[in-house]
Nanobody
Framework: QVQLVESGGDLVQPGGSLRLSCAGI????????IGWFRQAPGKGREGVSC???????SYADSVKGRFTISIDKAKNTVFLQMNHLTPEDTAVYFC????????????????????WGQGTQVTVSS
């Protein structure tokens, strides 16, 4: 059974850092598009950072230079390193992958991703 399990969300002060983890279960994560998304209260879900199967990582303009996506193949886990956090980064963060469509995931559009984790809460506040 395919699962994505996120962890690492927390309450952090502005300017702080967090590293989110997303473990893949039941499939080999590196062979598929994988992305991080977030949903703030009252807002729609947005792409934060994605890595398509054959291309490099992409980032939303709001997180460029602050967030980094990476994959640990041995652990079958994707990470999102988040630095210089601001209150605007407060949201539930989800990881997702594409297993059943030919889309390569490079658009980082949430509607293109078909398997989702349960989410982890990130709150940036003093």
């Amino acid at each position: 059974q395919v699962q994505l399990v996120e962890s690492g969300g927390d309450l952090v002060q502005p300017g702080g850092s967090l590293r989110l983890s997303c473990a893949g279960i039941g499939f080999t994560l590196e062979y598929y598009a994988i992305g991080w998304f977030r949903q703030a209260p009252g807002k729609g879900r947005e792409g934060v950072s994605c890595k398509s199967v054959y291309g490099g990582p992409s980032y939303a303009d709001s997180v460029k230079g602050r967030f980094t996506i990476s994959i640990d193949k041995a652990k079958n886990t994707v990470f999102l390193q988040m630095n210089h956090l601001t209150p605007e980064d407060t949201a539930v963060y989800f990881c997702a992958t594409i297993l059943e469509s030919p889309d390569d995931g490079s658009s980082c559009r949430p509607d293109k991703y078909d398997y989702w984790g349960q989410g982890t809460q990130v709150t940036v506040s003093s």
